[in-house]
């Protein structure tokens, strides 16, 4: 055998257990989350709950929301408007049906505030390196997401 698949399976083996010891715990806590934390209501509340989470995290960019009640999901993204907003750069986030919560707003502002969404590629895309050799599905799964997931329900800021 070759020490090339040795390596190779224990770093098969070494994933898959961060994933098993990060997905229970984290799947529990997303879930406290988004099932107990504060409903928002509409377009004027969740402007509110920007402005106030964004305070805590002391982000300085522009940041907008959207309520979206074709999606079952949140995300947010980058948007450069290089006229408006003094060429300054803005962020996005759609809030849809489900997670609309104020832990799912706290979620995507500390992507926000790590820089995930200013990668060029979509953060689940499998084809973009980042660092140079790691998959950015690899660091949306080991580093973005559960890093989001700990600010969100917990507050630690990792
Ligand atoms: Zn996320």
Redesign the pocket.
């Known amino acids: 055998m070759s020490v090339y698949k040795d390596i190779g399976r224990k770093l098969i083996l070494g994933a898959g257990l961060a994933l098993m010891s990060y997905s229970g715990p984290l799947t529990a806590l997303n879930m406290k989350g988004l099932c107990f934390s504060e409903r928002i209501e509409n377009q004027a509340h969740l402007k509110q709950v920007i402005a106030e989470e964004r305070g805590k995290l002391r982000i300085d960019s522009d940041v907008r929301g959207e309520l979206n009640d074709t999606l079952t999901e949140a995300y947010c993204w980058k948007e450069s408007m290089s006229d408006g907003n003094g060429g300054k750069s803005i962020y996005k986030i759609s809030l849809g049906k489900i997670p609309r919560m104020r832990d799912a707003v706290r979620?995507?502002l500390y992507?926000i505030k790590r820089g995930d969404c200013d990668r060029e590629a979509p953060i689940t895309g499998f084809n973009a390196p980042i660092l140079g050799f790691v998959p950015t599905d690899l660091y949306y799964l080991f580093i973005?997401?559960p890093r989001?997931i700990l600010y969100q329900s917990l507050g630690l800021e990792l």
């Open positions: 979620h995507e992507h973005a997401e989001a």
